[in-house]
T-cell receptor
Framework: AQSVTQLDSQVPVFEEAPVELRCNYSSSVSVYLFWYVQYPNQGLQLLLKYLSGSTLVKGINGFEAEFNKSQTSFHLRKPSVHISDTAEYFCAVRRTSGTYKYIFGTGTRLKVLA | DTGVSQDPRHKITKRGQNVTFRCDPISEHNRLYWYRQTLGQGPEFLTYFQNEAQLEKSRLLSDRFSAERPKGSFSTLEIQRTEQGDSAMYLC????????????????FGPGTRLTVL
């Protein structure tokens, strides 16, 4: 079975400061990895995904993430946040074969302060 | 392409009542998924369809829950004899099966239906 751990339930950060949202996963089989963002009263929007190849993945809105197989991590980073980045961020995994369901973490609420 | 739509956006019901939610996927997408999201949690997988066939169901999907996708287009999720524990956001997602054009069938999510059971 797969599982995803997002240790930080809330991360406050000042505007224009860098931020890192942590994600660790557990799986005995190979997986794809994703980061989604959810704004209030909206569905989830894909920020970025890791399928294979380069371990540094760039996504939308200036976000990037690095896949670290040895540490089973996929942390999300942004060098300079904006007020509009305030939202809930979810890390997710999906097995590369056998199923199409995503397994999500519990989410990290990013609050950008002025 | 208007994205995945869900109806209603909000539903308040009394315990014991039946409710039905509808999901309209992106038009060319052949896979459709239902997830449930409770407060403070990430989405949890419930079930998915490929065309009209329901191919996987979670153990979370008790016998009070039933999902259909009769013509391989829209889908409905029905909850019978609702309980307060059913209060949650129900999310629908759709994807296009992987092909040479799209190596991964990325899931696109709708805005969700928020269910409150009193």
């Amino acid at each position: 079975a797969q599982s995803v751990t997002q240790l930080d339930s809330q991360v406050p950060v000042f505007e224009e400061a860098p931020v890192e949202l942590r994600c660790n996963y557990s799986s005995s089989v190979s997986v794809y990895l994703f980061w989604y963002v959810q704004y209030p009263n909206q569905g989830l929007q894909l920020l970025l995904k890791y399928l294979s190849g380069s371990t540094l993945v760039k996504g939308i809105n200036g976000f990037e993430a690095e896949f670290n197989k040895s540490q089973t991590s996929f942390h999300l980073r942004k060098p300079s946040v904006h007020i509009s980045d305030t939202a809930e961020y979810f890390c997710a995994v999906r097995r590369t074969s056998g199923t199409y369901k995503y397994i999500f973490g519990t989410g990290t609420r990013l609050k950008v302060l002025a | 392409d208007t994205g995945v739509s869900q109806d209603p956006r909000h539903k308040i019901t009394k315990r014991g009542q039946n409710v039905t939610f509808r999901c309209d996927p992106i038009s060319e997408h052949n896979r459709l998924y239902w997830y449930r999201q409770t407060l403070g949690q990430g989405p949890e997988f419930l079930t998915y369809f490929q065309n009209e066939a329901q191919l996987e169901k979670s153990r979370l999907l008790s016998d009070r829950f039933s999902a259909e996708r009769p013509k391989g287009s829209f889908s409905t999720l029905e909850i019978q004899r609702t309980e307060q524990g059913d209060s949650a956001m129900y999310l629908c997602a759709s994807s296009l099966a992987a092909s040479g054009r799209a190596p991964l069938d990325e899931q696109f999510f709708g805005p969700g239906t928020r269910l409150t059971v009193l």
